[in-house]
Structures are given as C-alpha cells and as structure tokens.
C-alpha cells in the first residue's frame, strides 16, 4: 500500500488532476463519475496495475472510443511500468521520497508539508501560457520569487532564500553558504516543478496534437501523419456518428398529430386522454460520392471515402466512384474490405485514366451514360476535386443532368478559392450549377460538412 | 458475492468463463458498488455468456429480458391481466349486481363501483415482466437487459429510474422498491449511442476479443478433447486471421467450432490444407475466405 507519508488528501488530489487531464484530452467525465471513481477505489488496492487501472477507466470512461485516450493520458501520468513494488502511483510517491532527500537540509516534516503544499498551489495558480512557454528553470524562478513564497520563515525560509540568492548570483555565488546544500533544493525543486508542469499538460498535449492534425491542410500531412490520422479519423468519425445518430433520435418524434389522437380518443367521447405524435421521418439521405483521385487532391479523396464509409450507417445508400479520366465505381470494393484496405486497391489500380490528366467533362458524361441509376430526387451528390479540367470540353450538359436528377449538388474543394478559375481551373463552371461549391482545406473542414448535411 | 477480484476469475472460472483482470475488477466493483453495468465490446465476445455465468456462479436466479424495437413497458414491467379482470367480472356478476341494487341513478352505481376499483387492480391481477419480476424478487437475481441498443431511445429513458433507485413507479399501485437489489448488466453491440444518463448510472466495460493466453485457456476449457499443440496453433492462427482486414472477424465462438472440428478430424497439428478445408466454419464471407487463403503463409504455422 502506500506509504504513510503521502497522505490520503495528497492522493485525492491525484485523482482530481488526472480527471482534469482526461477532461483536458477532450474526455468528458461528469460529477457522478467522479464521485463513482471514489467510491470505487475504496473496494481496491493500488498494488495490482490491472485492477488500478480498470477501476479509473470503468467508472470514468463511459465512451469506448475515448478508450485509447484514456490509456494513453494513465500511461503518461501513472507511468508505463508494471505494478511498481508497493504502489502503484509511481510519480506521487517518487516525488514524496524526492522531497524526503531534503530532510538531509535539516527541514522538518513541517516544513517539507508546507513546500509540497506551496508548489501545489503555485502550480495550481499558473496560467497554460506559462506552462508552455516558460522553461522549468523559469518557472522555479517564479515560484521562489512568489512573495508568498518568499516570505517563509524558518528553515524553509532560509533554505529558499538561499537557493534564490544563490540564482541570482550564479552558480559561483558568494553568498557564503554550503554551496551543495542550495544545488540540492534546486535540483529536488526543478525536478518537483518539471514533473508537475509534465503531468499538467499531458492532456493538452494529446488534445492539441488531435487539433493541430485534423486542422492541418490534409496535402501537407507527412506521411507519418497520416498514419496518425488514419487512427484519428476512425475515433473522431465514430464520434460524429454517435452524436448525429443521438440527434435524429431525438427529432424522431414531430408535434402532436391532431387527427390521429382526436380519432383515437372518440372513445372517451373526444376528450384527449392520449396524445399522438407525428412520426417525423427519419431522414437518412442517399449519398453519391464522386472522388477525383488524381495526384493534386487524391490524399482529400482518402479522407473523404474514409469517412464516408465510417459513416455509412447513416445513410440509407451510398454509393462512390473514383475518376482521373475514366469514371469507375468502387462501391463494391467497400462492401468486401474495411476502408482503408479498399483504399490502397483503389489507388493501386490503374484503370482510371485515359489519355492524360484529369478530364471532369469526359467523367461526368460516362457517369450520366452508365450510373444515371443511381441519381434520385432524395439523393445529395457530393463532387471532391478542384475542377482541373486541362483544358478540356467541361461536359457542362451531364453534369447540369445530374444536378437536375437529385436533390443536392456539393463541390468541395480543396484548392484555395482565389485560385478557383486559375490556369486550368474551370471551378465556376461548376459551381453556378451546384447547390454550394466550398473550400476545404482540413479534415475538419471535411467533417464539418458532413455534420451539416444533417441539419439542414 | 464475491470476495476479490481474483475470487471473481477464479469463481467464473468453475463456470467455464475465462475473463480478464478487467473484466473481473468491474464485475466485482459493480457488485460492491450496487451499481449495473453497461457491458459494449464486438459480436460473441461473451457478453450474454458473462451474465449467465455469473448468475449460475452465485446461484443467483437468471432473468434475461432481450430487448427489440418497439419493447415497451407492458413486456418489460407489467401487464393488467386483462382476461383474468373480465374472468372475474364475470363470476362476481350477481355479487356486483346486488350491491348496485341500492344505487338510484347511473351515476352513483358508477361511483360504487370505482371504489371498488382497487381490488381489480391489485397484484392478483398483475402480471410481472422481467424487470419488476426482478424487483420483487425475494430471491438475490441477475436481470440481464441483452441488447439494449436494439430498443428504442424511449425505453431507454424509462429504464432511467429503475437503474438508479431500483424502483418503478406503477399509477395504480404506487411506487415498489425493491427488498434485494438485483444485481444489473446491460449489453450492447453499439448498433446505437446510449444516452449520457443512462452512461452515468452505470460502470462501463468494453470487451475486446481476448489474448492469445486467454482464449488459449478458453479452448482448453471448452474443447478438452483438443490436444494443447493444436490450441496453440489454432489460437495463434485465429489472431493472425483477425489482423486482416475482414469483412467479419472470427468470434470466441467460431474458434470454439473450429477446435471442435478439428478434434473430431484427430488433427494434432493445423496443417495448412486443413485449415483452408474447414475456414468456412469460422468465416462467413467468401471474400474472407480468399483472404485468408491469399494470406495463408503468414496465417498458418505449417
Ligand atoms: N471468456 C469466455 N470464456 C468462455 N467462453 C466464452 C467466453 N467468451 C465467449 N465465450 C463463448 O462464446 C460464445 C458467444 O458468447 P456470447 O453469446 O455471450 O457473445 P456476445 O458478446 O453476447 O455476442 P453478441 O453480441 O452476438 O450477442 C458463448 O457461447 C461462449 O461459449
Ligand atoms: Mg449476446
């Protein structure tokens, strides 16, 4: 168990600063999960890291997609290692040994209490901006030169003088005291500092990485991000099902049907005992999916299928083509493999040019030729491509047929707007027929839209 | 109740359970924490199975309510047993009828009888579903809501209160509250996101197919009559298998088949024509099968 000197109120601080990481990565844990987590680990022992971290994880975690998260945020905190001998809170109880090494300084219990408890709250007090832009050194210069800080008295307030002085005067410094005593607060203060200010920012650090990759332009991801985000895209999408899925439930029922419930309450002579309500229809549009997978956007079309293939529940059909210069339907490629398989024989295949470059005109007339099966007028048409054509016949025709067949024509583009209608770019052609041509730069530019496609 | 976590493994054990540390440790705090548990995790993991053995573990009674769209309160609560009611009008007809006898006008019979009411909808005439069976049970009970994620976001809601106070609120009865609380597990195959208040009134447990050293020992349990070689391999060959990229992956289930099988074949070793002769008792996909056939020298030992 753990040892006597970290006391119980230490401990639960612990669990409050890893909740406030978990929240910090973007995991939800309310008041009633928190208080569970307490009440649970009353019933265990810390000394088995299983136990340990199933009991953190079953009362917090209540979203298997935030599972990863969560195993990430306990290795970061508790430390990687098995179950440490005697405890398993690794970095409390290193740091309380640490802090012991300066009962050698001649502090007191006391005074060591009162130190563990001024960094705390020094820490507690400082702004994010501090944590990522000062240093560890930095940030111990403040905490000694905190006036609450500074006006310890005794031992403590000796010893921290000391170590200020000793500072500010270089390593050299004069000030006549045993130099290793000072060196040694310093270093057991830097290290309290550097492992606190460590431990504070490991949820921000997963979070912002997560923003920094699904806000990045998806043509300047390298290509061990897009490893990354091939993981993200599968959690995040989850996430975005689950919540557009929650939303139509709660829609699923319209106002009150007067007829009905007039009708069905003749019996009790017309007095409405039991109300009715519309079924609204849950709207579950058809999707068509048209990809240019040509060098300039095919990483976009990536992410797009991705997606859209995570998301496939949601829809009552849907159905996706790849084209360079040749229109071709990869629908059933995803019905036999999971996506990102799909994906690499798609773009392995070679099937999707014909002469050279992109050629939109071509394609959309071979889609109205051989798919017009598939444009209904509940069907939403989503084009990904940045209208590229080199300098070839638009096929304007088919493509104001398909806009005419459906309900919704999207163009998402990936190319700048101002650069929209440069060189061989024919992006206005398009987007006078189309019920909205965007720009999308990121993943979550691409997310956005789908989320959209629900409301509206 | 058990006593430890490692009595729970050991316990479920006895029951031909294999189950993690994980799983284990939540089973026990839900039980120490009166709390149910909503159980997610792939196809034949065994989650239902959890529930069953737990229950014959601790010679708890079993009540399994599986839930569809469109399950509602009369099969999952109660029902007025309506034939009973009218059966009994019937025989009380002259009882009725004399006590009337003295009511001038319709209205007063009318409210005569409506303070007899109560006797028509006493608990002679209730008939208890799954959860106030479980209620009412004097008798330590598992109830096991198989498959909440095919019911609607409704019931749901009404399941809300039961799983915080283990009460129900019946109009013309009043409130029960249950003697024992029963002890709760709910299972998902997450067809549908549960709402965040039902999340909060339960530990959650994501089970993910086992370990290699698990699902060795489940085969080992389940299948005696396969040698310990051929477990190895056949467990080892299963993993590989997952790893692809399937349309379905092989569950606990279809392991436990193919071990059979290849019992009864007398095979001692998994050779890789056999294995290609009997994928089709762990994959349901043609395509999956080419697969794995196309990968047959990273899958299979021999
Ligand atoms: N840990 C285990 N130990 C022993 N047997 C197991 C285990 N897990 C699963 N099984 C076996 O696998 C079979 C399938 O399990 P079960 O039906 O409980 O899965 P499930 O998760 O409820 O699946 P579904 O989501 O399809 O309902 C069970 O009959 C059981 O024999
Ligand atoms: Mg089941």
Known sequence: MISAYVSHKKINKKFYDFIDILKDAGVPVSTAETLDLFTALGHVGFDDRHVFRQTLRTSLVKDYTDIPVFDRCFDAFFGKKGPAKGSDLPSAVAGAMEMESLRDEGLSEQDLDSLTALLDDFIESLDDAIFFERTYQEILTLFLEDPVVASSSGALGMIIFNTRSRGQHGPMGDSGQRPDETINLNQVMLRQISRRVDERKIGTQIKDREQYLLNKFIYQLKP????????????????????????????????????????????????????????????????????????????????????????????????????????????????????????????????????????????????????????????????????????????????????????????????????????????????????????????????????????? | MFQSVDQAIASLEKEKYICSKEIATTVYLAMKMEKPILVEGPAGVGKTELGKVIASSLGMDLLRLQCYEGL??????????????????????????????????????????SGEEDVFFSDKFLLPRPILMSIMSKKPTLLLIDEIDK???????????????????????????????????????????????????????????????????????????????LVRELVKSVHAIRALQLKKEPSISETLDWAKALAILGRDVLDAETAMDTLNLILKYEKDIELVKKNAGKVFVH
């Open chain 2, 72 to 113: 509602d309160e009369a099969k999952a609560l109660y029902e007025w047993e309506y034939a009973k009611q009218l059966l009994y009008t019937q025989i009380l007809k002259d009882m009725l009828g004399s006590m009337l006898s003295n009511e001038k006008t319709l209205a007063d019979a009318v409210k005569k009888l």
């Open chain 2, 151 to 229: 019911s609607d976001s409704e019931f749901e809601a009404f399941l809300l209160e039961f799983l915080s106070d283990f009460q129900v609120s019946i109009p013309e009865i009043g409130t029960v509250r249950a003697a024992i609380k029963p002890f709760v597990l709910l299972t998902s195959n997450n067809a549908r996101e549960m709402s965040d208040a039902l999340k909060r009134r339960c530990l959650h447990l994501y089970i993910d197919y086992p370990s290699q050293e698990l699902e060795e020992k489940i085969v080992t349990l389940k299948v005696p009559e396969c040698s310990s070689h």
């Open chain 1, 224 to 456: 061990d991000e897009v490893k990354e985000m091939k993981e993200l895209v599968r959690r995040f999408g989850q996430k975005l099902k689950n919540r557009i899925s929650l939303r139509k439930k709660r829609v699923k029922h319209g106002g009150i049907d007067v007829k009905r419930t007039i009708r069905k309450n003749l019996q009790f002579g017309g007095t409405p005992f039991k109300i009715y309500h519309k079924d609204r229809k849950i709207d579950r549009p058809q999707l068509v999916v048209l990809c240019d997978i040509s060098g300039s956007v095919n990483q976009y079309s990536r992410f797009m299928l991705l997606l859209t293939y995570t998301l496939q529940s949601l829809f009552s059909k849907v159905r996706t083509f790849a084209f360079i210069s040749n229109m071709v339907e990869i629908t059933p490629l995803f019905m036999e493999m999971n996506p990102d398989t799909a994906l690499n024989s798609i773009f392995g295949d070679t099937d999707f040019t014909y002469g050279w470059g992109s050629n939109y005109g071509r394609c959309f007339n071979m889609f109205v030729r051989e798919y017009s099966d598939s444009l209904t007028s509940k069907t939403t048409v989503l084009v990904l491509g940045d209208a590229r054509n080199n300098n070839q016949d638009p096929g304007l025709e088919s493509f104001i047929k398909i806009t005419e067949r459906t309900r919704n024509v999207f163009w998402l583009n990936p190319e700048k707007r101002h650069l929209w209608d440069w060189n061989d770019s024919i992006a206005s052609i398009y987007r006078e027929q189309c019920t909205e041509m965007r720009e999308v730069n990121s993943f979550i530019d691409l997310s956005e839209f789908i989320d959209k496609l629900f409301t509206r």
